[in-house]
């Protein structure tokens, strides 16, 4: 029904963002298909009100009331671009505060020396719990640059928490975690791989702290969990949002809430696509956009499938964290380099196009 409207309405289109430096299209594409994967999973959240007893009912509507703020704060950037960042980690940090108090979602610990003893303190604990949520959120919201990119991720983290919560016994995460996976394949089959409909702030901030807090529930009502697990379930689009703040701020000298066109994910785009080179027609773009997408799953798997099967071990879960940190850092530094590792291009690029590129270049 969105992308109905906006051909024939222009509702949701936002055209004005054609000159920003992440832009990967060259036609107007409602930005709003949160809107869908909010109301899929709040519809989930009613049903589950309906059938499973008011109390886990309950839990599960106010874990969507204490989304709200987050989610509305991107719709309103979706459809005025208006909003600035800063203003959208504010409302994301008001809704971690309302799950911190309404629902106990609250970091109480982290296996972490030094962090376990700030989060002895309420005080503490308030401190880490908003600035994970907020900082995840913002997370999702940085790598939603390619067809089906941060849904997918997203997917497959809520797949892992999902899993985790049905094997320590607690059903109500995992059929939360299952509901949101729903909402998002219901998104992905009109973003993948056409790009019909993006996802838009308020999709991926809902989303971001939707699996947030769905990873610290689990934490709090399972002590059996690693808190490591979490983290590197998500460390992907977290990882990425550090590795940004330093290349903006200490290599660029650049204010680090500037965007940019440099992240892995355009890098990939941009660099390893080169069979697209040249051609701007909508239908190569979209193509090439939703072959880089695949690339980025694999990654994003490297660490999920790791905390899948360590999920209560933390030693073995912070090794796989310095090896993923590693691998990242030599991927982007090859790619810069314009030295993209062989299975990168064999993923992304097939045989008659590998043909058309040496005819090129010729």
């Not at 993923?324 to 030599?330: E, H, I, R, S």
């Not at 993209?340 to 005819?359: H, K, Q, Y």
């Amino acid at each position: 029904m969105l992308i109905r409207a906006s051909k024939s309405h222009a509702v949701g289109s936002l055209a004005r963002d054609s000159m920003k430096p992440q832009k990967m299209h060259v036609t107007p594409v409602p930005r709003i298909g949160g809107l869908g994967v909010f109301l899929g999973v709040l519809a989930a959240a009613g049903l589950h009100f309906w059938t499973s007893g008011q109390a886990q009912g309950m839990f599960a509507v106010l874990l969507m009331g204490c989304a709200l703020p987050a989610f509305l704060s991107g719709v309103v950037q979706d459809f005025t671009d208006t909003l600035t960042p800063r203003g959208r980690l504010v409302a994301t940090a008001v809704s971690a505060i309302l799950a911190f108090f309404v629902l106990d979602a609250a970091i109480s610990r982290t296996d972490i020396p030094g962090l376990d003893w700030l989060v002895a303190f309420g005080a503490g604990s308030l401190f880490l719990t908003v600035l994970a949520v907020t900082g995840i959120a913002h997370a999702v919201n940085i790598i939603d640059g390619l067809n089906g990119l941060a849904s997918m991720c997203v997917a497959i983290m809520l797949a892992a928490v999902a899993y985790v919560a049905f094997e320590v016994g607690d059903p109500l995460i995992g059929t939360l975690a299952l509901a949101g996976i729903g909402g998002v394949l219901g998104f992905f089959l009109w973003n993948f791989p056409a790009g019909l409909i993006f996802l838009g702030d308020g999709g991926a901030y809902f989303l971001g702290f939707f699996v947030s807090e769905l990873s610290i529930l689990l934490l709090v009502r399972n002590p059996t969990v690693s808190p490591i697990f979490p983290l590197l379930v998500c460390i992907y689009p977290v990882f990425e949002t550090l590795f940004s703040i330093y290349r903006r701020r200490v290599l660029r000298a650049r204010p680090p809430q500037l965007p940019d066109g440099i992240h892995l994910h355009s890098l990939l785009y941009r660099r390893v696509m080169r069979w697209a080179v040249g051609d701007r027609s909508a239908k190569v773009l979209a193509r090439r956009n939703s072959m880089t997408s695949p690339v980025l799953w694999l990654l994003c798997m490297c660490s999920v499938v790791p905390a899948l099967l360590f999920w209560n071990n933390t030693l073995v879960l912070s090794l796989f964290l310095l090896l993923f940190a590693l691998g990242y850092v030599v991927l982007y530094w090859r790619i810069v380099r314009f030295r993209s590792p062989r299975w990168i291009v064999f993923l992304t690029t097939r045989p008659r196009d590998l043909a058309e590129g040496d005819n090129r270049k010729t």
